[in-house]
């Protein structure tokens, strides 16, 4: 079956520095997500794609669908506080179903 | 309220007992999907429902687990002769339609605890 391969799996920042992670998939998607989990709650959405090659942002955020759609990353700039928690990405083709990686655990060192 | 809606929120329950979570998609989205999350894993998929389409069970770990979805919106997960292996986060999403355009929301799970 499909795998997502996410890295890093965990990262130790300061606040105000920029974060970078990335995913990539034994196949090919139709659509990459990125959520952001906090403890004791579900997956929030953060970015959408549903294009090759696209760009989007959403505030500090900013995530790109790979050209080949195996692969999509997303950047975080000037990192703050509440940044902390897992982030995930996800991809499906077609059949609705989330094949998920396996999470980049993000902490910010005070 | 506006987002998906799961209850309970957690529970505990002894080995071998039966039990059923329920959820209550998002107004509107006739897509609903369960998905397991183990201790510090990313999400497994389980079962997808859309509209009056035969649901999507493929994720389905042993037939001790089911799931159906009445009158297109509320969806209950039942999982029978409960195993310690069955102990995980249960989350559902949903979304607007079928289509490769439509972003699963979640709702924020049920922590499921065998003794």
């Known amino acids: 079956g499909q795998q997502l391969n996410q890295s890093p799996q965990s990262m130790f920042i300061q606040e105000g520095e920029d974060v970078s992670m990335n995913c990539t998939s034994s196949?090919?998607?139709?659509?990459w997500l990125w959520y952001k989990q906090d403890p004791g709650e579900g997956p929030v959405l953060l970015i959408a794609?549903?294009?090759?090659?696209e760009l989007t942002s959403n505030g500090r955020l900013t995530a790109q669908f790979g050209i080949t759609r195996k692969d999509s990353f997303l950047n975080i700039s000037a990192s703050i506080p509440s940044d902390v928690g897992i982030y995930f990405c996800?991809?499906?083709?077609?059949?609705?179903?989330?094949?998920f990686g396996t999470g980049t655990r993000l902490t910010i060192i005070p | 309220g506006a987002g998906v809606s799961q209850s309970p929120s957690n529970k505990v329950t002894e080995k071998g007992k039966d039990v059923e979570l329920r959820c209550d998609p998002i107004?509107?989205?006739?897509?609903l999907y369960w998905y397991r999350q183990s201790l510090g894993q990313g999400l497994e998929f389980l079962i997808y429902?859309?509209?009056?389409?035969?649901?999507?069970k493929s994720g389905l770990p042993s037939d001790r687990f089911s799931a159906e979805r009445t009158g297109g919106s509320v969806s209950t997960l039942t999982i029978q002769r409960t195993q310690q292996e069955d102990s995980a986060v249960y989350l559902c999403?949903?979304?607007?339609?079928?289509?490769?355009?439509?972003?699963?929301?979640f709702g924020d799970g049920t922590r499921l605890s065998i003794l």
């Open positions: 429902f859309q509209g009056n389409s035969a649901p999507d």
């Open positions: 996800a991809g499906n083709f077609g059949n609705e179903k989330l094949t």
């Open positions: 107004s509107g989205h006739t897509a």
């Open positions: 999403a949903s979304s607007l339609a079928s289509t490769t355009r439509a972003a699963q929301h």
């Open positions: 196949s090919i998607f139709n659509t």
């Open positions: 794609l549903y294009k090759a090659g």
